[in-house]
Nanobody, 131 residues
Framework: QVRLVESGGGSVQAGGSLRLSCVASAYTISRRCMGWFRQAPGKQREGVAAIYTGDDSTSYVDSVKGRFTISQERAKNTIHLQMISLKPEDTAMYYC????????????????????????WGQGTQVTVSS
């Protein structure tokens, strides 16, 4: 059974940094579309960043460009989300997501906006940014 486990969330002040990690089990991250999503209370789930691990291509929602970086650590079957210059509006539960398909990395497919690309979801890790 595929399992995605997030870690690294916490409480920081505005301007601070956090690094989220997502470890996959019963699932190999090679040549997969994987992403990070977030959901704040009372708001819809929002895609934040996506990576196609086959060629390291990445995409981001406009609100985090230049501040967040998604990456893979293949040896640990893990993806990360490095977040800097955090703002109070980044406060949310952050979820890792993964595609069941292999080799689907098109620029219109593997994006944070295409939630249909993701079949597996983690339980989430909370990020709270205070002003």
């Amino acid at each position: 059974q595929v399992r995605l486990v997030e870690s690294g969330g916490g409480s920081v002040q505005a301007g601070g940094s956090l690094r989220l990690s997502c470890v996959a089990s019963a699932y190999t991250i090679s040549r997969r579309c994987m992403g990070w999503f977030r959901q704040a209370p009372g708001k819809q789930r929002e895609g934040v960043a996506a990576i196609y691990t086959g060629d390291d291509s990445t995409s981001y929602v406009d609100s985090v460009k230049g501040r967040f970086t998604i990456s893979q650590e293949r040896a640990k079957n893990t993806i990360h989300l490095q977040m800097i210059s955090l703002k109070p509006e980044d406060t949310a539960m952050y979820y890792c997501a993964a595609d069941a398909s292999i080799g689907y990395g098109g620029s219109r497919y593997c994006t944070p906006g295409n939630q249909m690309a993701y079949n597996y979801w983690g339980q989430g890790t909370q990020v709270t940014v205070s002003s």
